[in-house]
């Protein structure tokens, strides 16, 4: 496998990646308490998300590829603009979130805390708890694309492998 671009400027652990639906933009999660979008064609350092407290363990893109979505220790998961600007700060969880994901139509959002519940959160710049349920989380480290990309987050280093045997660590 042919490595495409390593992906540097976090300065702590990559603890999670995602690639938008397109391809065309990558977001990565780190022990630094920031995020990071790039270029996937390019390599580019696109946008820093700034604003956790905490390591942010969890990233996503939303599936219409306008908004990301961050999961942090800080208790919070916040929703982003494509250009690093904050939407909204989702707070409630006792303790860290250890998982946030867009729902399929794009307009609500999913946590996970280490609190052992799930909330559903209306995506909008002015978040509205939906619903709470109890739950034992487990975080993933691999994410599975719809173009058949695996992004594969551990350690220091992100792997992104594509179907067509070329690929890259982050």
Known sequence: RKLIHELAGHRGRVLDVAITRDGTLIVSASA?????????????????????TN????VDFSPDGLAVVTASDDGTA???????????????HDGPVVDARFSPDSYSVLTGGADGTVRL??????PQLVAAE???????GTVATSDGATATAGGDVVRLERDDGTSAEL
């Open 134 to 140: 109890l739950v034992a989380p487990e975080p993933a």
């Open 32 to 52: 630094d308490a920031t995020g990071r979008i790039w270029n996937a064609a390019t390599g580019v350092f696109v946008a820093p998300l700034l604003g956790h």
């Open 78 to 92: 916040r929703t982003w603009s494509l250009a690093g600007r904050r939407f909204a700060t989702l707070a409630g």
């Open 55 to 58: 390591y942010v363990r969890k």
């Open 121 to 126: 959160w209306e995506a909008g710049t002015r």
